[in-house]
C-alpha cells in the first residue's frame, strides 16, 4: 500500500477519534447531569431520564467499540501491516478503506465473517 495513501488514512483516523473522544466526553456530562438531576418529577420525567441515560449508554457502547477499531488500525498502520485483511492477507481495496478507514477484513471476508455470525 501506498504511503501516501497510508498517511491520509491516518490522519482521517486520528480526526474520527478526535470526534469520538469530544462526543463521549459530551455524552458523559450529558450522562452526569441526567443522574445527578436528582429532582424528584413526575412520572413521565423519570421514564425520560432513564430512557436518555439508556440511549446515552448505548450510544457510548457504540463510540468506544468504534474507538477500539480506530485505535487498532493506527496500530496496524505502526506495524506496517494497515489495508491487509485480518483474515486471508489480501489487500484490502482502496474504496472500502476510504469509506471505513478502520476496516480489518476485505468485503468478502466480512460478509463471511457476518453470515457465520447469524
Request: aromatic letters at 4%; hydrophobic letters at 35%.
Amino acid at each position: 500500500m501506498e504511503k501516501a495513501f497510508v498517511e491520509k488514512m491516518k490522519e482521517k483516523l486520528i480526526e474520527q477519534k478526535n470526534t469520538i473522544l469530544g462526543s463521549l466526553a459530551a455524552q458523559n456530562e450529558d450522562y452526569k447531569k441526567i443522574v445527578e438531576g436528582g429532582e424528584s418529577g413526575d412520572e413521565v420525567d423519570v421514564a425520560s431520564d432513564v430512557v436518555d441515560g439508556r440511549l446515552l449508554e448505548s450510544l457510548g457502547a457504540q463510540d468506544s467499540n468504534r474507538l477500539q477499531m480506530i485505535n487498532n488500525a493506527l496500530d496496524r498502520i505502526k506495524q506496517g501491516t494497515y489495508g491487509r485483511c485480518l483474515v486471508c492477507k489480501e489487500e484490502i481495496p482502496k474504496e472500502r478503506l476510504e469509506a471505513i478507514p478502520y476496516a480489518f477484513m476485505c468485503i468478502n471476508c466480512q460478509s463471511r465473517n457476518e453470515r457465520q455470525n447469524r
